[in-house]
């Protein structure tokens, strides 16, 4: 059996790294380009697309044109990573808001019946790195998962192919299973 191959895009992550070991921990080979090299298209090379987090820069819309063009046309399961999830909704019309900084553990209360929380109990213990929140969903997506400070933890489009994540998931355990549930997407 072929290993499914994942397109991994560096938005500036510190943790580049620890996302692709988990990743092909997962049994995927993974290929990172930073978001300035994305290809125009994937021409089946990718079964998926996961976006890594980013510096504040998710406001930038022309800057990131090319990646959310490649993500909206892809035909693959696509999961943006904190700043990566922040770029996705904000491209779709979506607004952020400054909150409370978190950095580490916080917990989460997921929608179990989706797909990508199938290895997770309804509340999950995430690592957060991040002022920026997103407040609702932006029109063709919808919240999954919510916290205390956060309606919109985990966002799911409308056709189920694109997810996001405010947490980072390359961390924590209920992390990797996420990362476990979003990969059966695309096997």
Do not use: W
């Amino acid at each position: 059996m072929t290993q499914p191959r994942v397109l991994v895009v560096n938005n500036g992550t510190l943790s580049l790294k620890q996302l692709r070991a988990r990743l092909e921990q997962l049994g995927s080979v993974t290929e990172a380009v930073d978001v300035a090299s994305v290809p125009a298209r994937l021409d089946g090379r990718y079964q998926a697309v996961v976006l890594s987090g980013t510096k504040v820069r998710a406001h930038d819309t022309a800057f990131y044109r090319p990646l959310t063009d490649l993500v909206m046309g892809a035909g693959v399961p696509v999961l943006g990573i904190c700043g990566g999830m922040q770029l996705l909704a904000v491209a779709a019309g979506g607004r952020l808001e400054e909150g409370p900084q978190r950095v580490g553990g916080h917990e989460a209360q997921v929608d179990t019946e989706e797909p990508l929380f199938t290895y997770v109990k309804p509340t999950v213990t995430v690592f957060h790195r991040h002022t920026l929140y997103l407040r609702e969903a932006p029109e063709g997506f919808r919240s999954i998962g919510r916290s205390a400070h956060a309606p919109v933890e985990f966002l799911r489009s409308d056709d189920g192919r694109i997810h996001g994540s405010q947490a980072h998931l390359e961390f924590r355990s209920d992390g990797l299973e996420i990362l476990r549930g979003f990969a059966r997407l695309y096997r």
